[in-house]
């Protein structure tokens, strides 16, 4: 696992045992940020659900303001702190140990939010309805969940909307888009 672009270009990230934890593949993360590259640059960026921290630590090589990292797994919050301490970030980031359902509450707003929790977990359709209802994201602000290519994920009300879709064989990533006011 690699930074695909960015000031930390080719760097290499510290994976994590077993099968707890699920990386977004190569492929998508690269068509995941092909879709949004012009939509980071100067953003604040949530990375719930972080696991190693790769979409985050992207977010941040590809010129994100600053970056939030949600998890609870201890060997994953460690795994986040390395990666970033080894491609500069950890001045540019924070690392919050806790449950991704509590954070959503603290009121902070994003410009940029990645959703890759467990697939059969249900956590993904929660922490959907909850960011809608705290209305976390700053105006014209994008989140990217990433789910089963079955998966069928719901609308939220306004002013968040789906705006588009995208499969990879197994896996889907669904941008929605908080509209003007």
């Given amino acids: 696992m690699r930074v695909i672009t ?38 604040r960026v949530l990375d719930l659900f972080a696991g190693t921290g790769q979409l985050g630590i992207e977010a941040l090589s590809r010129g994100a303001e600053s970056a939030v990292f949600v998890e609870r797994r201890k060997d994953a919050l460690q795994a986040i702190r390395e990666n970033l301490e080894a491609c500069g970030f950890s001045d540019r980031a924070r690392v919050v140990n806790g449950d991704a359902m509590s954070y959503l509450k603290s009121g902070e707003k994003f410009d940029l939010i990645f959703l890759d929790p467990p697939y059969a977990s249900g956590l993904l359709q929660q922490a959907l309805e909850e960011i809608a209802r705290f209305d976390i994201c700053r105006r014209h602000g994008i989140i990217v969940a990433e789910s089963a290519a079955d998966q069928a994920l719901p609308p939220l009300s306004g002013p968040y909307s ?17 509209n003007e006011d």
Wanted: hydrophobic share 30%; proline share 2%; net charge positive.
């Fill in 6 to 43: 960015g000031s930390a270009r080719g760097r290499r990230l510290k994976e994590l045992e077993g099968l707890e934890t699920r990386p977004t593949t190569g492929k998508v993360k690269e068509a995941l940020f092909s879709v949004i590259q012009f939509d980071i640059e100067g953003r």
């Fill in 162 to 178: 789906i705006y588009r879709e995208y499969r990879y064989g197994k896996i889907k990533l669904t941008v929605y888009h908080r």
